[in-house]
């Protein structure tokens, strides 16, 4: 008779795992789980999280004290994953750099506060004017606002070079990450153009120009653009120099955080990826290729057809007809991986974000990690097809403070821009725009 595998090591050590290099494992728990298994968790725990986002709980996660994962064929692996378009963690590179802008930190933490409300941002870019590169002048005009109710203020800047060159669509922006009253996540974002159009544009100039309002403006900034480690490291991994552009800097707030979603565009406009670098506290990840998240959909959504976790099913499928027609869906590979990159995953939206059912799932096939301070996390991305999708948490009790910056090729520059035109309300348009061996999810079911 066979021996079977208590269910710490047989999750552990399943085949078909991912081990995301550079994180330590994660196994998700329930208070209703086996009582070894539990023992196990409380033996070998290093940390312990309780997800939930904007009001719904996500389970329980425990990152166990073992080993980090490493690639396996070392660079190489590491390339490999980044051609595939699977996370990369970079543990402790920025911890350094970070040990030496402690009053910078502090800065950030004050900076969200005064952004929460209108005239904020404003006042505080009016105080720091004179620290502005040469060229740069804040704009006294309000760019145009988005329809999105989420956003706080945006306030403009331009710059002007030598001779006639100039650049007058440049912004900052605030925004709540949510309209959850529970969620006090907050962001801010330096970009240029008009949003959506432009966030395709290959102009190599404004993105330098807002990589240089970065490093001026963005408390922290220069411990991830000016760290000589971790440039080495994504160099060596992507097999070509990368420059962090289009930064984005997140409060991630308890009952914060992100649906899943990628950061690749339908056109090839120099981003290979995205860099986040946790600066302060705490955050937790599901972090996986949109074609591995497509296994997983597809796996899980086989294991709810053969009659596992019947409240699920219930909830998500009332009509009879709807399971069938997922199940249709899930086995279209290019139906499915094109479904998956749509905002909010499209029609899959209410499984991927499902908590805890789909979110333990994911973790313990090995797509789950912690970022700390120092950390940076690679997000590959080549297209809508090989991208990285992410889904992030809030691992910490108080809002934590993390930067986004796009991976953008070295690329010959674009041609100088045209003079200002006259009406200072005109801007440049730059529209450039296994089936494996299964695992079932019983275990991580709710108690009903």
């Given at each position: 008779?066979?021996?079977?595998a208590?269910?710490?090591?047989?999750?552990?050590?399943?085949?078909?795992?991912e081990?995301?290099?550079?994180?330590?494992?994660?196994?998700s728990?329930?208070?209703g789980?086996?009582a070894?298994?539990?023992?196990?968790?409380?033996?070998?725990?290093?940390?312990?999280?309780e997800?939930?986002?904007r009001?719904?709980?996500?389970?329980?996660?425990?990152?166990?004290s073992?080993?980090?994962?490493?690639?396996?064929?070392?660079?190489?692996?590491?390339?490999?994953?980044?051609?595939?378009?699977?996370?990369?963690?970079?543990?402790?590179?920025a911890?350094?750099?970070?040990?030496?802008?402690r009053?910078?930190?502090?800065e950030?933490?004050?900076?969200?506060e005064?952004?929460?409300?209108?005239?904020?941002?404003?006042?505080?870019?009016?105080?720091?004017?004179?620290?502005?590169?040469?060229?740069?002048?804040?704009?006294?005009?309000?760019p145009?606002?988005?329809?999105?109710?989420?956003?706080?203020?945006?306030?403009?800047?331009?710059?002007?070079?030598?001779?006639?060159r100039?650049?007058?669509?440049?912004?900052?922006?605030?925004?709540?990450?949510?309209?959850?009253?529970?969620?006090a996540?907050?962001?801010?974002?330096?970009?240029?153009?008009?949003?959506?159009?432009?966030d395709?544009?290959?102009?190599?100039?404004?993105?330098?120009?807002?990589?240089?309002?970065?490093?001026?403006?963005?408390?922290?900034?220069?411990?991830?653009?000016e760290?000589?480690a971790?440039?080495?490291?994504?160099?060596?991994?992507?097999?070509?120099?990368?420059?962090?552009?289009g930064?984005?800097?997140?409060?991630?707030?308890?009952?914060?955080?992100?649906?899943f979603?990628h950061?690749?565009?339908a056109?090839?406009?120099?981003?290979?990826?995205?860099?986040?670098?946790q600066v302060?506290?705490?955050?937790?990840?599901?972090?996986?290729?949109?074609?591995?998240?497509?296994?997983?959909?597809?796996?899980?959504?086989?294991?709810?057809?053969?009659?596992?976790?019947?409240?699920?099913?219930?909830e998500?499928?009332?009509?009879?007809?709807?399971?069938?027609?997922?199940?249709?869906?899930?086995?279209?590979?290019?139906?499915?991986?094109?479904?998956?990159?749509?905002?909010?995953?499209?029609?899959?939206?209410?499984?991927?974000d499902r908590?805890p059912e789909?979110?333990s799932?994911?973790?313990?096939?090995?797509h789950?990690?912690?970022?700390?301070?120092?950390?940076?996390?690679?997000?590959?991305?080549?297209?809508?097809?090989?991208?990285?999708?992410?889904?992030?948490f809030?691992?910490?009790?108080?809002?934590?403070?993390?930067?986004?910056?796009?991976?953008?090729?070295?690329?010959?520059?674009?041609?100088d821009?045209?003079?200002?035109?006259?009406?200072?309300?005109?801007?440049?348009?730059?529209?450039?725009?296994?089936?494996?061996?299964?695992?079932?999810?019983?275990?991580?079911?709710?108690?009903?």
């Open positions: 008779m066979p021996v079977v208590p269910l710490f090591e047989e999750i552990l050590e399943a085949d078909d795992r081990a995301i290099p550079g994180a330590r494992p994660v196994l728990f329930h208070e789980d086996d070894e298994f539990l023992r196990r968790i409380e033996s070998e725990q290093r940390e312990r999280v997800l939930a986002r009001g719904v709980w996500h389970g329980s996660w425990a990152e166990l073992r080993p980090r994962a490493v690639a396996r064929d070392g660079l190489a692996g590491l390339s490999r994953r980044f051609a595939d378009a699977r996370p990369i963690l970079l543990p402790r590179v911890r350094g750099e970070l040990d030496g802008v009053p910078e930190i502090a950030a933490f004050a900076l969200r005064r952004c929460e409300r209108p005239g904020g941002l404003a006042r505080w870019l009016a105080e720091r004017e004179g620290e502005l590169p040469e060229g740069f002048t804040l704009q006294r005009r309000r145009p606002r988005t329809a999105d109710g989420r956003d706080v203020e945006k306030v403009a800047l331009a710059w002007r070079g030598a001779g006639r100039g650049v007058r669509d440049l912004w900052i922006k605030t925004g709540r990450l949510s309209d959850h009253p529970e969620d996540s907050m962001r801010l974002r330096l970009a240029f153009g008009r949003e959506v159009d432009d395709a544009s290959a102009d190599e100039l404004r993105h330098e120009l807002v990589a240089e309002l970065t490093d001026a403006l963005l408390p922290a900034a220069r411990a991830a653009t760290n000589g971790l440039a080495a490291a994504a160099e060596a991994i992507a097999g070509e120099a990368l420059h962090l552009r930064a984005i800097a997140y409060w991630n707030a308890p009952e914060g955080g992100a649906r979603h950061d690749a565009f056109v090839d406009n120099g981003q290979a990826g995205v860099c986040f670098v302060e506290g705490r955050t937790a990840w599901l972090a996986l290729s949109v074609a591995d998240l497509a296994g997983r959909v597809r796996e899980f959504c086989e294991c709810l057809a053969d009659g596992e976790l019947p409240w699920l099913v219930d998500l499928f009332a009509a009879p007809s709807s399971l069938p027609r997922l199940l249709e869906l899930v086995a279209d590979e290019r139906r499915l991986t094109t479904e998956l990159a749509l905002p909010g995953c499209g029609l899959l939206g209410p499984l991927t908590g789909f979110t799932f994911l973790a313990d096939a090995g789950a990690l912690l970022l700390e301070a120092g950390d940076a996390l690679l997000l590959p991305n080549h297209g809508l097809g090989r991208t990285a999708m992410h889904s992030v809030c691992a910490s009790h108080l809002p934590s403070y993390g930067i986004s910056f796009a991976l953008r090729r070295a690329r010959p520059s674009a041609p821009p045209p003079p200002p035109p006259d009406d200072p309300d005109e801007r440049p348009d730059a529209r450039e725009i296994r089936r494996r061996r299964r695992r079932s999810p019983r275990r991580r079911g709710r108690a009903r």
